[in-house]
């Protein structure tokens, strides 16, 4: 069964940074990429970021690039996300999603449970 179990997220002021981590088991992480989707409140999934099977290859939405950094460690079967320069309007649930293949952007097959990012003064 796959599991995908986010970590990290909690209240930080505007400026300030946090990581977060999935942890993932039950299948191979090296073989597929993965991405990080969040949600804010009153809003639709927005896709934020994603990697390649090797990490090799990363891609950003428009809106958070130049501020977060997506990397993977496959030996430790966990994907991160590190958000620099928060704002308040970077507050919301943070998914990471199992791409369909080994890159990004095929689609998802399985989701975490989200970790929640709150900014504010």
């Known amino acids: 069964e796959v599991q995908l179990v986010e970590s990290g997220g909690g209240l930080v002021q505007p400026g300030g940074s946090l990581k977060l981590s999935c942890a993932a088991s039950?299948?191979?992480?090296?073989?597929?990429?993965m991405s990080w989707v969040r949600q804010a409140p009153g809003k639709g999934l927005e896709w934020v970021s994603g990697?390649?099977?090797?990490?090799?290859?990363?891609t950003y939405a428009d809106s958070v690039k130049g501020q977060f950094t997506i990397s993977r460690d496959n030996a430790k079967n966990t994907l991160y996300l590190q958000m620099n320069s928060l704002k308040p309007e970077d507050a919301a649930v943070y998914y990471c999603?199992?791409?369909?293949?080994?890159?990004?952007?095929?689609?998802?097959?399985?989701w975490g449970q989200g970790t929640q990012v709150t900014v504010s003064s």
């Open positions: 999603a199992k791409d369909r293949g080994t890159g990004v952007g095929d689609g998802f097959t399985s």
């Open positions: 990697i390649k099977y090797d990490g090799d290859g990363t």
């Open positions: 039950g299948f191979t992480f090296s073989d597929y990429g």
